[in-house]
């Protein structure tokens, strides 16, 4: 048999509600079919009889999140749903852990970075990063690095790691929020042109990974910051893949290609459709 190109990469599809998925996954076709890519969701059964895509375990949501948060989630209804959405990324996280893939990508059908440890907002109900680095912390890894390019600011994750010597916590958001320890905010101003984002992508990125050394990437995207999207800064559709192909490149260099991908905002389908299986590609080496 002829061997796979590229690398093996992940898709996990935990959650099916909402307008802006409605279209996946057959917009992966030609993705889905190489022999390096591997899907994951939360309908289809192994043979055992347990879901490909496994919800977060109340034990495992209680080492990030307070009992209260938890127990408002289940109050407001979320919980399955934003269970097994923050579940898909730590078990995305493991299965690159245990040497089966090497990156991965996550449709989230909530986000993560609003989740603190005691609140939650602007639609996260779980922090699925911070979920899957407790994971991680079970296996002894203990070094990471989050870098989080949706159009808003990480509050979320930011209370969760802001003291935290062991994550590096990289945010290019509207405003600069000033750095402390390993907490870093690069404000992007309305209106900057790609190349100028990808610049600051590049300049931010690569030097800090390389110096940091973690184990592991988390990267929060959100293509909310695309033009004509809620969290606007005039980036085209093209920028996200160029920022992938810069993380992607940063992991590969400095941990081992262990990258993972958590789908965070937007909401226009057919922004969707064009940027997220160009990112795939990317993070798959395909074509």
Known sequence: MKAARGRRTGIFMPYFRGDRLSDFPAALAGILEKENVHYHDAVYLNANGSNYVKPATEELLLKVHSPDMINAVKTIGHFEAASYSAGGTVQ?????????????????????????????????????????????????????????TDSHHADGTRDIFRLDRDVLHLCFCFQDYGDKYNNVDVGIPYGTPDVHYLQKVTDEVMPRIEAFQPSFIFWEFGYDATAGEYGDKGLT???HVGIA??????????????LITILCGGSRRDLATYIIPKIIAVLAEVD
Do not use: S
Request: hydrophobic share 40%; aromatic share 12%; glycine share 12%.
């Open 237 to 239: 559709k093209d920028c």
């Open 245 to 258: 192909k810069i993380i992607k490149t940063a992991a590969d260099r400095f941990c081992r290609g262990r």
């Open 92 to 148: 995305a996280t493991l299965e690159i852990q245990e040497g089966n893939l090497d990156n991965a990508f996550v449709f989230t059908g909530f986000g993560d970075h609003h989740a603190g440890k005691n609140y939650f907002g602007g639609g996260c109900y779980f922090n699925g990063a911070a979920l899957a680095i407790a994971a991680l912390r079970e296996k002894e890894v203990r070094r990471f690095a989050i870098i989080d």
